[in-house]
């Protein structure tokens, strides 16, 4: 990678991060009236940030200019706030500590091992070739390039994903970076505000430095179940904060409305920013509402708060929601109606569609990874110990993650739950390792020590496993970065520009390539079919009716020309992927299979009957309007 461009990334990084701080604490001071320290203004700023970013989507005014003012006028409070300390700081007495070479040392080791993590997400190259190329880089990219996310009512990802909130915080990329740094939002810009927040946690439980530096050293170099650019970081800072908040108002007797707006405002940006995320942020919510701000209010009062908090985390939510039901027929799927999803219709089977014996074994299967093992064996002894007893906000915030994995478990029938998970894992297994380890250091109880430090060494030991023999992309990325390799080459964007000027402009175009996100937006209104019939309008896209019903449903929908790119079946040819039909496989997966398959083969079949206006031997653009003669 050019240098010039590797220290833009950098400080263009640099700059979201204080602008994201700055955003946050002027919501805090100006708006619910709290001096939260830097860890929590980070959440609170990303929070801020994916309100504007809905009410801005709704407008279609999300472009370079509103996101370069964002970012201007979050660093304007930012300085403010940083001349304010800086002069407080002149009155207070400050004395300075000598730093040991044992901490210095430290310091470098995880220095060392961040700076290799942030290195290889600035340009990793490996994205994923479905998620991310027909479905995640279109979504950021048709915000810049329209000012919205705009309708896709027939991309499953659209409906099923995220509301947008991840979408339009990877917009700022394009403000110091382009389309393929993209996974650096959540993976580079995301891992750093995680890791500050993680600081912060670690000074107001005052565990000692070696201790917090393990924990510090484990979570820093913790492997991610990447497997598309969603990230996880951003919503794990937002959890910590939520924790923190809580256990600041477990023994207090007074409804503060400081904390609750706060708590509101995280939840509603989590339940924005993916689908997965929602269920453990409604129960941790809830949990706050119940246990957590005002021990003396009376449980009908508390239910009441409880209610009055959703409806305004709904309302927070509303310009995002509105954007859904134009898009996709359903404001929240599947918690307000299932809208255009593929299920409506009986033609699409969803994760629990079959699930039994298989799918159950798949399920515990995929709880093998280390942080579910570390959060299940001190959960055991936490119960065993009879010490659960909801004393500490922090045991609720463990059950809400409990609970979301359970919940999430069920709903994909098992699959790939670590992964829809982590983000809310990772901080709940840091948070009782905390405990647990202050617990032992006070604790004259020998076996319970050991357990303590045998479970941190499990932590780290797992972690460090992880990071060097299962992760071994990471340095292939590096030198992908390195390189300055694009993800899209010239005469692939000649293709696709030549491709696209073959259909008249101002037309509707449902499209099923390889590289959606190339696409001009602003030219044609674009559809994108990235499951087939996984979603579509009323009375749902025609699966094993033929070419012909598939002709006519696409007309009645105003969609005249289809392109397709038929050489390599969009990257999901039955050559590669036929083993998604095998008897057993998890019901989702195989449906999206079996109606991608039948989608192409109809399209492939209308290529003989209707016109091609376009053919380079790789895409075709088919005419639905008009036949031909074989």
Not at 54 to 73: F, P
Not at 465 to 478: G, M, P
Request: with cysteine.
């Amino acid at each position: 990678m050019s240098s010039f461009l590797f220290i833009k990334i950098m400080l263009g990084g640099g700059l979201l991060i204080m602008s994201i701080a700055g955003w946050g604490r002027a919501v805090s001071r100006f708006i619910f009236k709290k001096y939260f320290d830097f860890g929590i203004q980070l959440g609170m700023g990303i929070s801020t940030l994916t309100f504007i970013g809905g009410v801005l989507n709704v407008l279609e005014k999300v472009s370079y200019v509103t996101n370069a003012c964002i970012i201007a006028i979050g660093i304007i409070f930012w300085a403010i706030f940083l001349i304010y300390d800086l002069k407080v700081g002149e009155r207070k007495e400050t004395t300075s500590k000598e730093v040991s070479w044992q901490k210095r040392l430290t310091f470098l080791i995880i220095l060392f091992f961040i700076l290799i993590r942030i290195f290889s997400v600035v340009s990793p190259g490996t994205y994923n070739i479905h998620d991310d190329y027909q479905g995640y880089f279109v979504f950021s990219e048709k915000m810049i390039q329209t000012g919205s996310i705009g309708t896709d009512p027939y991309s499953e990802r659209r409906i099923v994903s995220s509301l947008g909130g991840q979408y339009y915080l990877g917009t700022f990329i394009y403000n110091f970076g382009d389309i393929k740094n993209i996974s650096f939002v959540d993976y580079g810009v995301g891992y750093i505000i995680f890791l500050i927040s993680l600081l912060y946690l670690f000074k107001e439980y005052q565990l000692g430095w070696i201790y917090s530096a393990l924990i510090f050293f484990g979570a820093t170099i913790s492997v991610p179940p990447i497997s598309n650019i969603t990230g996880f970081y951003i919503a794990a800072t937002l959890f910590i904060a939520i924790c923190r908040i809580g256990s600041w108002k477990t023994e207090k007797d007074k409804f503060d409305l400081g904390f609750f707006g706060s708590v509101i405002l995280l939840t509603s940006s989590l339940c924005s920013l993916k689908s997965s995320l929602i269920p453990a942020s409604i129960i941790l919510f809830g949990f706050f509402c119940l246990f957590a701000n005002g021990a003396k209010i009376t449980l009908k009062n508390k239910i009441t708060v409880f209610l009055c908090g959703i409806a305004a985390i709904f309302l927070l939510l509303t310009p995002w929601m509105m954007s859904m039901l134009h898009s996709s027929g359903t404001l929240l799927y599947p918690l307000l109606g299932k809208g255009f999803h593929g299920s409506s219709y009986g033609t699409f089977m969803v994760p629990t569609h079959s699930f039994g014996i298989k799918t159950f074994i798949s399920l515990i299967y995929d709880w093998q990874n280390i942080l579910f093992l570390i959060i299940f064996l001190i959960f055991v002894i936490r119960v065993v110990g009879k010490k659960l007893k909801g004393e500490r906000f922090e045991d609720y915030f463990v059950m809400s993650g409990i609970l979301g994995v359970l919940i999430i478990s069920i709903s994909t029938a098992g699959y790939a739950t670590y992964r829809y998970t982590y983000a809310f894992i990772l901080p709940i297994t840091i948070v009782l390792l905390l405990f647990e380890i202050k617990e032992a250091l006070q604790s004259k109880h020998i076996l319970k020590g050991q357990i303590a430090f045998l479970i941190l060494g499990i932590f780290i030991g797992g972690n460090i496993y992880d990071f060097f023999i299962v992760d071994k992309a990471v340095i292939l990325s590096i030198k992908f970065g390195l390189k300055n390799q694009d993800i899209v080459s010239n005469v692939e964007r000649d293709e696709y520009k030549a491709m696209q000027m073959s259909v008249p402009k101002g037309e509707t175009i449902l499209v099923r390539l390889e590289k959606n996100f190339v696409l001009d937006f602003n030219r044609n209104q674009i559809f994108i079919a990235d499951y087939p019939g996984a979603s579509s309008p009323p009375p749902g896209m025609p699966y094993k009716q033929g070419s012909e019903k598939l002709a006519e449903y696409l007309i009645s929908k105003d969609i005249r020309y289809v392109a397709y790119a038929y050489k390599t079946s969009a990257n999901f040819s039955k050559e590669n992927f036929s083993d998604r039909l095998i008897h057993g496989i998890n019901a989702w997966i195989k449906t999206e299979a079996e109606n991608a398959f039948d989608f192409q083969d109809n399209i492939f079949l209308l290529g003989l009957s209707r016109k091609r206006i376009f053919d380079d031997g790789k895409i075709f653009v088919l005419d639905l309007a008009t036949t031909i003669k074989n």
